[in-house]
């Protein structure tokens, strides 16, 4: 099997680690390690017998269920298998402008999505940390242009803050804003766009339940925009693209209000600690992040760490070989919890020394 494009391939790591997929520790996938809430849990184990019927593929009740969390009318939201389906369907408008700017490094899936619709790809290549976004665009012709952003942007954890992202709206013709990783950051906090969606129809965010609610094998997001445009990517789309246990684990999942604090609770310290940890080792420098994970700038080779990693302690980070502007002198790790953050440090340590030696 070759080098994995995205993290969390365990049966990649435990064949280097020489151990099964469950010993391996992972840091390479950037999802809440207390998940999966027992509410979550409790929801699917009652909505088995759910599965003998189709869904609806109006989805009504979780689009009511997600309209009330937002404040929003259903009509704004459409639930997916994944936020990369959803993804793929803003891809196809995005490809209909003359041009599709991204922030890079960017999240591969984003070339994905807009090269199976031949989109004219504009990437707007940046210094790290990156600077505001204004800086980054500059003064760029947009008439006709679309823009693929991410907030907090994966994998280097910058947060855009809301008027900068406002801006880009009154310049590009079509804004997809990913979402994915904003549900970490207290609500007081977060700079999602959310409840400006009525007043720009050039707006399309997603949304993942994929991260927060640890949640990646049962694929499940939702898309936020104009209701014509959604309405569009139901009539192209498989009609029940979202599976029964899904759309019950959702509506559990928004709702669980303990599980959002304890998670908002945990990860800004456990962020904090884990940055000063990694600040204290000579040879690597960790960028600020707003989210759950943190991008990790190495003197040392990472192809190399990596693999002593997986060997030695079967720890997996991630490495940053498939994002073109990285290559070898940088990794991205999860935020996970005190513990396995100390004995990340503790490894991470140890294989260094060694490398050193
Ligand atoms: C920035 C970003 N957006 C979207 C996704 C896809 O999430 P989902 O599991 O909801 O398809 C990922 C997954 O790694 C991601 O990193």
Not at 196 to 219: E, H, M, Q, V, W
Not at 261 to 278: I, M, Q, S, V, Y
Request: charged share 20%; with cysteine; hydrophobic share 40%.
């Amino acid at each position: 099997m070759g080098r994995p494009q995205h993290g969390g391939n365990l049966i990649w790591a435990a064949n280097i680690a020489g151990c099964p997929t469950f010993s391996v520790l992972d840091f390479s996938a950037s999802i809440n390690p207390y998940g999966i809430s027992h509410k979550v849990l409790n929801a699917i184990t009652e909505g088995i017998s759910q599965l003998k019927h189709y869904p609806s593929p109006d989805y009504a009740d979780l689009r009511a269920c997600l309209g009330e969390y937002h404040g929003l009318s259903p009509d704004y939201i459409l639930p997916g298998n994944g936020s990369a389906e959803l993804l793929t369907w803003a891809a196809r408008d995005l490809a209909q402008k003359d041009a599709t700017y991204l922030v890079t490094p960017a999240f591969g899936d984003y070339y994905r999505a807009l090269m199976a619709f031949k989109a004219n790809i504009v990437r707007l290549a940046s210094v790290l940390p990156l600077e505001d976004l204004g800086s980054i665009l500059g003064n760029l012709l947009t008439s006709d242009r679309g823009l693929l952003l991410n907030n907090p942007h994966n994998p280097t954890g910058k947060l855009w803050d809301r008027q900068e992202v406002v801006d880009c709206l009154h310049k590009f013709a079509l804004v997809v804003v990913d979402e994915a990783f904003m549900d970490f950051l207290p609500e007081a906090r977060q700079q999602s766009l959310i409840n400006l969606i009525a007043d720009y129809p050039n707006l399309i965010i997603l949304r993942s339940l994929t991260k927060f609610y640890s949640l990646p094998g049962l694929r499940i997001g939702y898309a936020i925009a104009h209701p014509d445009r959604l309405q569009r990517w139901q009539k192209y789309r498989d009609p029940w693209s979202v599976n029964s246990l899904a759309v019950v684990a959702a509506i559990a999942a928004v709702q669980d209000k303990e599980f959002q604090k304890f998670t908002w609770n945990w990860l800004t310290p456990a962020r904090n600690n884990l940055t000063e940890g990694l600040g204290n080792i000579p040879e690597f420098e960790p960028l600020p992040s707003a989210a759950n994970f943190l991008l990790v700038k190495s003197s040392v080779s990472v192809t190399n760490l990596q693999l002593q990693l997986l060997k030695k302690h079967q720890i997996l980070i991630r490495d940053c070989l498939s994002f073109a502007e990285l290559g070898d002198n940088y990794f991205r790790i999860a935020v996970r919890t005190p513990e396995e953050n100390n004995y990340l440090l503790t490894s991470l340590e140890d294989v260094i020394k060694e490398i050193s030696s």
